[in-house]
């Protein structure tokens, strides 16, 4: 075999991985698109890739939609109380949650708008659309339809509360803990649980730098989801959990092996 053919199929794989790791059925279609025309097609490049984002698009937005419920998920339903931080949950297949789940999300967000008028439940990385065991890296966990991540909540200089946050991906900007306060990350990474803050990586950069961490705001949202009766637990950072007076046994720590939870809340329904 030549060596450019055997560069040419390593290259082939890795986009599968990759596309298959993000959004679970990019890299089925990818394959389907490389096989799809001749050879010698003209501008055949040109008219995969083409190919290639139609076929996502449809797939994404038309078809998986429709497929989800026979594994028992359903994309999560944004209304005005809420949506995803940003499209690229939507477009990466990264919504899909149990019907359950979704319920669940709804009546807290109800909630949350009728404690905070205008506030929003902001949402981040939940489940794949299809097959149980199916993880959506880098969360191991989110892999059977009943976990969830969302953003804290912040206000502005004047103490009002906004659905404003402040990393791009909606991960990697900590509200770290004070001097004076526990400080689970120190002592995981010196155990050499190298992993616990490399979300720091995944931020793609800070915005809004004028905003703050709300505890009242963060407070009331976990308050609610913990109150919800399908809720089986919920994972916060342990200085947070102190800062926020937290006491109800659902609220846990996830260990060293995961990662920092002081970017974002995870909660999982039973
Ligand atoms: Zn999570």
């Known amino acids: 075999m030549k060596v450019n053919k055997l560069l040419k199929i390593i290259f082939h794989i890795i986009i599968f991985v990759l596309l298959t790791v993000l959004t679970q059925i990019g890299g089925i279609l990818f394959i389907v698109v490389i096989f799809l025309f001749r ?18 698009l449809f797939s994404t937005f038309i078809i998986v939609p ?42 807290i967000a ?8 205008g506030i929003k439940l ?13 993880p959506l890296l880098p969360h191991l966990s989110h892999n059977d339809g009943k976990k969830i991540d969302i953003s804290l ?39 050499g649980h190298w992993q616990y803050d490399y979300s720091k990586f995944l931020s793609f950069g800070s915005i809004n730098s004028e905003i703050n961490f709300s505890t009242n705001g963060t407070r009331t949202l976990i308050n609610l989801i913990l109150n919800n009766n399908e809720v089986e637990k919920l994972f916060i950072e342990p200085h947070l959990k102190n800062r926020l ?23 999982q329904i039973k």
């Open 245 to 267: 007076n937290l006491t109800n046994n659902k609220v846990r720590f996830h260990g060293c092996y995961a990662v920092r939870h002081d970017d974002h809340i995870h909660f």
């Open 66 to 107: 429709n497929l989800a419920p026979i594994f028992g998920r359903e994309k999560i339903k944004n209304t005005e109380f809420i949506q995803a931080h940003s499209f690229f949950f939507k477009l990466a297949n990264r919504n899909y949650v149990k019907p359950e789940l979704n319920n669940a999300m709804q009546k």
């Open 153 to 191: 909540i912040y206000e502005n200089k004047n103490g009002g509360l906004t659905n404003k946050k402040k990393s791009i991906s909606g991960y990697g900007a900590f509200e770290a803990p004070t001097n004076s306060e526990y400080n689970q990350v120190s002592v995981c990474k010196n155990k």
């Open 39 to 56: 050879k010698d097609a003209n501008r055949r490049k040109l008219k995969q890739f083409a190919l290639f984002i139609l076929l996502y």
């Open 110 to 117: 109800i909630k949350l708008n009728e404690n905070h008028t």
């Open 122 to 134: 902001i949402y981040l990385d939940a489940n794949f659309p299809f097959f149980n065991k199916f």
